[in-house]
């Protein structure tokens, strides 16, 4: 399995999806809520949904915990592209899990935003995130708003294959 997203010609995330977005695409806290899009290939047969994670480990080191910007699944496997705003759109079918701005640390309480997509906003130098595909060979019993820890637990032993690509964004 593969995955692809179109990096600005610096190799960044574009800014339309993370700290710098223009206010249209922003919360109104000033976080990023256009996701990405994201091409999808070589799917295995066996696969009858993709589900995928969009985590900031870098982030360790200044909130003490990787933070969570997007989790999505029950995306129908023969998807080929999961297009640009899709955490907000509608335009394909998904269920989208809590991302880290909802947090006691950060404060948000809007599940419009706390559970879609929440844009890199790297405080202290540029970071990498880690987007991960998985092909499952199941359907996942959640609703939009479960946890990263729920997620994992649901798709062990469901994994048919997975893809990872790291994706800078900058300060």
């Not at 909130?63 to 080929?80: E, G, L, P, Q």
């Not at 404060?107 to 991960?132: C, M, Q, S, W």
């Not at 199941?138 to 994706?167: C, P, S, W």
């Amino acid at each position: 399995m593969k995955i692809s997203v179109q990096l600005d010609k610096n190799g960044y995330l574009p800014d339309k999806y993370a700290k710098y977005a223009p206010k249209e695409l922003q919360n109104p806290s000033g976080n990023a809520i256009c996701s990405f899009p994201s091409e999808i290939s070589d799917v295995p047969s066996g696969a009858k949904t993709l589900a995928l994670t969009f985590i900031d480990y870098d982030a360790i080191q200044v909130s003490r915990f990787a933070w969570v910007h997007w989790i999505a699944c029950n995306i129908a496997a023969d998807t080929k592209l999961i297009p640009e705003n899709a955490a907000l759109s509608g335009e394909i079918s998904v269920v989208q899990g809590a991302n880290s701005y909802g947090s006691f640390f950060v404060g948000e309480t809007d599940p419009n935003f706390i559970f879609r997509y929440g844009g890199p906003k790297p405080p202290d130098a540029d970071h990498d995130y880690t987007l991960v595909i998985y092909a499952l060979d199941t359907e996942l019993d959640f609703r939009d708003g479960y946890f990263l820890n729920d997620f994992y637990k649901a798709i062990r032993g469901h994994v048919v294959d997975q893809a990872e690509l790291m994706i800078k964004a900058r300060v």
